[in-house]
């Protein structure tokens, strides 16, 4: 099997699977969309897709239905499971990618008619209601009055997600080589103790390294990122069994305490 080919966005760049489509950034929607406040639309992507990093004129609220979003901002890298969107605020440069069979969602704010505010990105709860109203902002036999109307109940509902799905990259030339390696591989088992002697400095100093850059130990990191990509092969059909043997736990049980911990559900809730 060949090595997958990475993006250009330095230390975190993500696996990119095979047949993976590229395609670069666009400054979506065209046009001016006055007088609306928002413009809705949706795509069907049958195959893995990646976008080069970009940005956006308006504010974006983007959703996934039957597969993954990822989504890396800065040193952070989103993944965002089914009933949950990512907004990105306008002009914030980001990069994203869905798994195969993934129908995406874009919503986009016109800025100065958008009365909810978010300081940066934000996770945000997609309720049936809120996925409603903006596909029917994505028709087209809505009159002013009807758009009116629904544009005013999506700012009543839209809310931030009550957790966050971002995994802070190290991005710290003394532990670069351990964050790739699990990047590479998050089954990796190889513990402080190993790390320390293969790149001969001090467990001190990788777990100072760890705390500086991330704000986690060493172990609470390669479990963040572990349970983020559970999150990815959950919400693309694989198993909880199968999910767990592939990042290394001993067992499905231990599996299943460590993803509740980070993700405040169960596992089986995504598969």
Known sequence: ???????????GTWRRDSGTVVRRGGSWPVGDP??????SESERHAVPTEWTPHT????????????TLTSRIGNQIFTVPPGYGMW?????????RVTADTELFFAFFAPERTPTEFS??????ITPLLDSLLVRLAGTGLDDGARARTEA?????LEAADRRFALELPGDRRIDVIAEALLDDPSDARGLTEW?????VSDRTITRAFRESTGLSFAQWRQALRIHEAVALLSAG????????????????????????VMKVTPGSLS
């Open 56 to 67: 956006h004129p308006m504010h974006e609220l983007v959703w996934a239905r039957g597969g």
């Open 120 to 125: 940066g990105p934000t996770p945000i709860t």
């Open 153 to 157: 109940v999506v700012f009543d509902v």
């Open 196 to 200: 320390a002697a293969q790149l001969r």
């Open 34 to 39: 006055a007088p609306l406040a928002i413009v």
């Open 238 to 261: 694989a198993d909880v069994q199968g999910v767990s043997a592939r990042l290394g736990y001993a067992h499905p049980s231990t599996f299943i305490a460590a993803f509740r911990r």
């Open 1 to 11: 099997m060949s090595a997958p080919d990475r993006d250009d966005l330095g230390l």
């Open 88 to 96: 990105l605020p306008a002009g914030i440069v980001h990069g994203g």
